[in-house]
């Protein structure tokens, strides 16, 4: 008995060990994919080693353990299969759902966790009582706020949610959780605790609910990051209640890389957290450009192609447009074709370009980019006064000067890309719409600006023949 629950202890230290190993390694582009398989190893030992518990179990409980085990493994084989599927088919598209669906579900079990703690028969301490509460709090948030990102990521839900005194009101229902929470504290195995401590549970539910209904589409990155740190944030929690060392590091370390990320990204759009939480930005509510606006000037893809291989160096902002496209491979083939012509190519990254965190990132790590010609905005800004052509494509949002000059505008004070100071600039867009944040965008109207209009995919392939016509005549 006692060597096997060193053996389990043991197990989830090495756990524990390997998702810390893991993380750091998702730190880099470069090692990202081996830090992912280490914290899987990791995962897959300590559930693994949870098993080894049934052989420490008395006779009496030996039938019961039994009909728990075969739940358990069917639960693995179910949720498994399912996020193996999901994960193998899911397109680039819909990635930020699947992070948010997948964010809500590990805030989900923990909040499971909490419920067996709670209205369980087995009898826990106060201190533990009130750290399951919190747990299970975070969690149920978790869970429902994901489950509406997801929605609203996904096209289900088009508009923000938002009606007179809705602070009032989600505040009222944050503290009748609260005290709920409390009365099931107090009432833990007496008669009506139950009934407290499941109330509690969809007042916690419907927290997270309120919370995410009136948060519009532009802020959708900061929210999915901020869950991913609830979760984690659960998970430890609850990780502490089951006396599980692999939960409370892991939740610990993934709560504090995604509050930080989470922060990060906030400043991204200098913006305060709670500022994401409880203002208006982000609402679908068109705002036009100050001042009088010129018509946009277009160009062919191959006149563009043609001037930026004849540029000495080009810059290019992706934006969500490349991913609903999924044009990230025709892109680099281009890029390459540049290359080769000698043009000097660099990527540039806004921190919240895209649907989720590191969308760009993983875009074009999918298309083979080398990672040494990503830059992030604070690394690459400063380039584009000296750049020949700064090429956008399908973004809007991350490069609205109006950010820096319009004070009336809704992102003022947003750090953008400086993208309107290169010599040249081509866009890339299917037709002149408004961005996420539903604000006009005066760069397109510039001077030195022209719309190459267009799905990604059929642009950039006309650009890559022109280019390689150029080379076979030269």
């Not at 899987?40 to 300590?46: E, H, S, T, Y």
């Not at 839900?157 to 505040?171: D, E, H, K, T, Y």
């Not at 006396?243 to 400043?267: C, D, F, H, N």
Request: with cysteine; glycine share 12%.
């Amino acid at each position: 008995m006692i060597v096997l629950a060193y053996c389990v202890a043991l197990s989830g230290l090495i756990a524990s060990g390997l998702l810390v190993y893991g993380l750091k390694r998702m730190s880099s582009p470069v090692t990202a994919v081996s830090g992912i398989v280490t914290a899987g190893w990791g995962m897959l030992f300590v559930v693994a080693a949870s098993f080894l518990q049934i052989f420490g179990v008395s006779d009496a409980a030996r039938p019961h353990i039994v009909v728990n085990v075969f739940l358990a493994i069917l639960a693995l084989v179910i949720g498994g299969g399912w996020a193996g599927w999901k994960g193998r088919s899911v397109a680039m598209t819909a990635m930020p759902q699947m992070v948010a669906l997948f964010n809500g579900m590990g805030g989900g079990a923990a909040a499971a966790v909490s419920v067996i703690a709670l209205t369980g028969p087995t009898d826990t301490g106060i201190g533990q009582l009130l750290v399951t509460v919190a747990g299970g709090l975070i969690g149920s948030m978790s869970l429902s706020g994901s489950l509406i990102a997801w929605a609203k990521l996904d096209g289900r839900m088009n508009r923000p949610l938002r009606f007179g005194g809705q602070r009032i009101v989600n505040a009222v229902v944050f503290v009748l959780t609260l005290v709920l929470g409390v009365l099931a504290v107090a009432q833990y195995h007496q008669p009506g605790g139950g009934l407290m401590a499941l109330l509690f549970f969809a007042g916690a539910l419907l927290c997270g609910i309120c919370m995410t209904l009136p948060i519009g589409g532009a802020d959708m990155p900061v929210v999915i990051s901020l869950y991913n740190a609830f979760t984690g944030l659960a998970v430890g929690l609850e990780g502490y209640v089951m006396a599980e060392p692999a939960l409370m590091i892991a939740g610990m370390v993934v709560g504090s890389a995604g509050t930080l990320l989470t922060v990060m990204m906030a400043r991204g759009m200098n913006r305060s957290i709670s500022n994401v939480l409880f203002s208006n930005f982000g609402e679908v509510a068109a705002t036009a450009a100050a001042g009088p606006q010129k018509d946009a000037k277009s160009v062919s893809p191959g006149d563009a192609a043609t001037t930026m291989r004849y540029a000495s160096t080009v810059i290019i902002v992706p934006g969500y447009g490349l991913a609903v496209a999924q044009a990230q491979g025709k892109l680099y083939e281009f890029v390459k074709l540049l290359q080769a012509a000698g043009v000097d190519v660099k990527f540039a990254i806004h921190p919240v370009a895209g649907r989720m965190p590191g969308h760009m990132n993983v875009l074009l790590a999918e298309a083979g980019v080398p990672y040494d010609m990503i830059y992030d905005m604070e690394d690459i800004n400063d380039s584009f006064g000296d750049t020949d052509v700064a090429l956008i494509i399908g973004a809007n949002d991350v490069v609205n000067p109006s950010a820096r000059t319009d004070k009336s505008s809704p992102i003022y004070g947003m750090p953008i890309l400086n993208a309107d100071k290169a010599r040249q600039l081509f866009v890339i867009k299917r037709g002149m719409g408004m961005g996420y944040s539903a604000v006009q965008n005066p760069l397109f109207f510039q001077d030195n600006c022209a719309m190459v209009f267009g799905d990604a995919q059929a642009v950039l392939s006309k650009m890559v023949e022109t280019v390689k016509g150029l080379a076979t005549s030269s």
